[in-house]
């Protein structure tokens, strides 16, 4: 007797999502499927539109990592028009990308992450949440996590003009500089951040890293994927969110490659599946093997690890030593387990805070120079930052009068898809083993896609925190049973 | 006073609304004390088999955020129209279409073959597409449809409020949960219909107007073009607006910085269509004084350097508006 079990909804990559698990006889894994159930075509309508308008169309891919869709469309957007934005000018643009990294990261260790170690995936589902995890800590530490979230978040909005919705920055530049009040209110929320990034390192070491059951779950087998790793590095090798050189490294940790970001269609190109709406971006040198993970498929992964996997170091002192010691406790390069994502993301959230700190202190900051007026446009650009997420490509191609004829986008959690799909089996194969998995299992098995922050994760930061997420075991005779992971679900 | 039952689903969407209403932070438990969250899958984890089994009508306030594209959506419409006995869009895409409504400029073969064929990364010799059915390794897999049109709510199912933005910003949400108070406590509430944001037009809110001199739009840039002065009306610079044509509410956050709006709290009420209105009002005041003695190529000459008039007067109404969709995808879909 074959089951399946189906997950849904599970996700806001670029919408909706669900996993199908199919059992076999003896209720072990056979095959499993994330499937990404909508689509709306970005790449279609944003022809015909002028390409100064994009960086104020493309944010509404998606309202959890709209400064990433702005950054990468107005650089794109730059290069279409020539134009080498003003040095004050490319300072603020770092300064609202830095606040927008921190204050994802923060967002999903806290809400979304943090709980399936502290009070952990046996803790039942009505206390594994942001509120339970603020009961294991504390209230004044919880109290701490949402000021110092809503501080990214206000640097943000004072940047970009809007807290969800950017619209400050436009080919050439910025719309608008940063006054020397804002500045001095953003000095303070800075310098907290960085001392709040420490404490969360800190946080981590101390009742993650040092329990026994967590430990394992960070370096065991379960989750973990032999792939390769791509992230933009500055030019020391450092990691770098706004701008930078794109590398590659292989599974045994060697440079494979490192290209121009305009030149990633060299390297990249995308396989379509007909079950699901989502494209699997892969490495064309070594070509679409299928979901397999290993040196002779091309799945690559993007997003926190796999930047500090390919980088020489981070670009901050204090985010340094935090990235030694990740490297030293597993033992070198490159970390192939991917609970290790998560300690990566508060490493990188600790380089976005120091570069606050550093970039709020410029005394070029408040400068009133910050356009540089384009003239006719060259008519094509490539943009590429890191989102929160991974490497985001934004490549557009203009007609003379700077109209959109062709929109490229390649979205970071997309080139997670087919390391998610890796990721989700693996964890299924190990942990279900008799086709009637627990509640706790099933966590642990959401937890595997949870560690690449798929989309979803950002909307469900806050509150409750949990992931959505329906278990249906359907059986060849059409008997349905639920499990529900919700605090009024049968199972 | 009984707690109320209060829903919110999304659809085609970015998630930006769900995070509008997170953001409320500490009103957020104002709200959690004169109402009850049944069903927000975003946030909770309650899943839609709940809200299916409860008792039609039983939810008493509903808000709904993204556009109708998909035939999950469309059940979904219909899942929060039958149990919620007032139902709200929530944000300028249920609302009007929003973004993603620009998307009725093509249909679904013009983005299948973009998307899946012609985009310079995609490699598909084979020319899969994504398939609402698809056997794989003896396995049945579904996907819902994908339909050639996008929708805004009140084209699937009926809707009682409008709560525009993109997102809804924090002073209308807080109108919504004083509506949701007023049901909450048997108070009167506004007719449905009812848009929750004010009647006049974003102009009147704006810093810049005194500033607005002339009756003519003697040329037309485009806003990377000049670096605009932030105290001088942009359409007095030349730069097109959509604040006249658009509904106020939104509190002029572009506007502070120094950019351009773009119309997502969808048109005043006087306004059959914001499109049509701004594409008159603008080819009637652009271009140097003195019509009479220009030739109509003269005329024209300004007029045609408004750039992509469909994308930037409909930038967020187009399933709403008098368009609705293009013609030749239309004429397509018949053919």
Redesign the interface.
């Known amino acids: 007797m074959s089951e ?1 079990i189906t997950i849904s ?1 599970i996700t ?1 990559l670029e ?2 999502g669900k996993i ?1 698990i ?1 059992l076999d006889e003896a209720g072990k894994v056979r ?1 499993c ?1 994330l ?1 990404v ?5 970005f ?3 944003c022809q ?3 390409v ?2 994009l960086p ?2 493309t ?6 990592c ?1 400064g990433a869709h702005h950054m990468a469309s107005s650089k794109a ?1 730059d290069e279409v ?1 020539g134009v080498r934005i003003p040095p004050i000018a490319e300072k603020l643009r770092r300064l609202f990308y830095n606040a927008h990294i921190a204050h994802s990261h923060i967002l999903h260790f806290y809400a979304l992450a943090a709980p399936d170690f502290i009070p952990g995936a046996e803790a039942g ?1 009505e206390k594994r949440n942001i509120l339970g995890l603020i009961q294991a800590v504390g209230r004044e530490e919880g109290r701490e996590v ?1 000021a110092h979230r ?1 501080y990214a ?1 206000k640097i943000q909005g004072m940047l ?6 950017p ?2 920055s ?3 530049g910025m ?2 500089p940063l006054q020397e009040q804002e500045r001095a209110e953003i000095e303070p929320m800075a310098d907290s951040l960085v001392q709040f990034a420490r404490k969360s390192l800190r946080l981590f070491e101390d009742l993650i890293l040092s329990r026994k059951s967590s430990r394992e779950m960070i370096s065991g087998d379960t989750y973990y994927s032999r792939t390769y790793y791509m992230g933009l590095v500055d030019d020391r090798g450092c990691v770098d969110f706004y701008d930078g050189t794109a590398r590659v490294a292989s599974p045994d940790g060697s440079l494979f490659a490192s290209f121009d970001p305009r030149d ?2 060299e390297h ?10 989502l ?1 699997f ?1 892969f490495l ?1 040198s070594v070509g ?1 093997k299928g979901l397999v993970d290993g040196g002779d498929s091309g799945i690559y992964r993007v997003n926190s690890l796999a930047r500090l996997n390919v980088a020489d170091g981070m670009a901050t002192p204090l985010a340094q030593q935090e990235y030694e010691k990740l490297f030293d406790f597993f033992g070198g390069k490159p970390v192939h387990h991917t609970m290790a994502y998560h300690w990566a993301r508060l490493i990188e959230n600790l380089q976005a805070c120091e570069e606050l700190a550093r970039l709020i202190r410029d005394p070029e900051i408040t400068g009133e120079d910050i ?1 540089t ?2 003239g006719k446009p060259v008519g094509e650009g490539v943009g590429a930052v890191e989102a929160a997420r991974g490497t985001l490509f934004h ?1 557009y191609k203009t007609d003379s ?3 959109v004829q ?1 929109a ?1 986008l ?1 979205v970071a959690t997309v080139q997670n898809n087919a390391a998610m799909n890796l990721s989700v089996k693996r964890a299924a194969e190990r942990l279900i083993e008799n086709g009637s998995p627990d509640e706790a299992i099933l966590d642990r098995v959401e937890m595997a896609f949870r560690a690449y922050d798929p ?2 994760a ?9 992931t ?3 278990v249906r075991l359907v059986r060849p005779d059409g008997v349905v049973r ?1 499990l ?5 679900g049968e199972g | 006073m009984s707690k109320i039952k209060l829903a919110m689903n ?1 659809a ?9 209403l ?2 409320l ?1 500490d009103k ?1 438990l104002e709200l959690s004390e004169i109402a009850d969250v049944v069903y927000w ?10 809200l299916q089994e409860a008792p039609d009508g039983s939810v008493d306030v509903g808000l709904f955020n993204g556009v109708v ?2 035939s ?2 469309a059940e979904d419409a219909e899942l929060m129209r039958s149990k919620c006995r007032v139902l709200v869009s929530y944000g300028s895409c249920a609302c009007f279409g ?3 409504g ?2 009725n ?2 249909d679904r073969e ?2 299948f073959s ?3 064929r012609d ?6 010799e084979e020319d ?4 609402p059915q ?1 056997q ?2 003896g ?1 049945t ?1 579904t ?2 449809e ?1 339909e050639d049109t996008v929708r805004a709510l009140h084209h699937a199912v009926r809707v009682d409020y409008f709560l525009p933005g ?2 809804p910003s924090r002073e209308r949400i807080l109108d919504a949960v004083n509506l949701i108070a007023a049901l909450a406590g048997g108070e009167d509430t506004p007719p449905a219909g009812t848009v929750l944001a004010p009647e006049h037009a974003l102009c009147r809110d704006c810093e810049r107007i005194d500033s607005k001199k002339s009756d003519r739009i003697p040329r037309v840039v ?7 002065d ?1 105290g001088t009306c942009f359409l007095e610079q030349g730069i097109i607006c959509m604040g006249p044509f658009t509904r106020s509410g939104c509190g002029g ?2 506007l ?4 351009p709006c ?1 119309g997502c709290f969808g048109p005043t009420p006087t306004q059959l269509d914001p499109g049509a209105e701004a594409l008159s009002a603008f080819g009637s005041v652009v271009g140097p004084r003195g019509e009479d003695f220009l030739t109509r190529a003269e005329m024209k000459r300004e007029v045609g350097r408004i ?2 008039p ?3 007067f409909y ?1 967020f109404t187009l399933p709403h508006s008098v368009l609705y969709r293009s013609f030749a995808a239309e004429n397509k879909d018949r053919g």
């Not at chain 1, 159930?37 to 075509?41: A, D, H, I, Q, S």
């Not at chain 1, 950002?458 to 949990?466: E, I, Q, R, W």
């Not at chain 2, 899958?41 to 709940?50: F, L, N, Q, T």
């Not at chain 2, 485009?222 to 605009?228: F, L």
């Open positions: 399946r909804p806001r919408g909706h199908d199919f095959d499927y499937q159930v909508e689509l709306r075509g790449e279609k309508f015909g539109r002028p100064e308008e104020r169309i944010p509404k891919i998606c309202g959890v709209p957007a028009y589902p949402l809503g978040q970009a003009g809007h807290p969800i919705h619209v400050s436009l080919p050439g719309s608008k990633y269609l990249i190109g995308e396989h379509v599946e007909p079950w699901t709406y494209k971006p064309k679409w356009r007026l384009p490549h009068q700077g109209m062709q490229n390649i989309c979803l950002c909307a469900t930061h806050h509150l409750p925190g949990k959505p997420l329906e639920t529900s992971r919700g605090p009024e | 999304w085609g969407a970015c998630g930006g609304c769900d995070v509008s997170l953001d932070e957020i899958p975003a946030a909770m984890d309650y899943k839609r088999r709940d594209r998909t999950e959506q929003g973004i993603p620009l998307a400029l093509s013009g983005i973009l998307v899946y985009t310079p990364s995609t490699l598909n899969n597409r994504p398939s698809w794989d390794n396995h897999l996907l819902p994908f993109c997102p485009r806003p990377h073009e000049i670096r605009a932030s956050l572009c502070a910085a120094n950019q773009r750039p992509d469909a994308g930037t930038r």
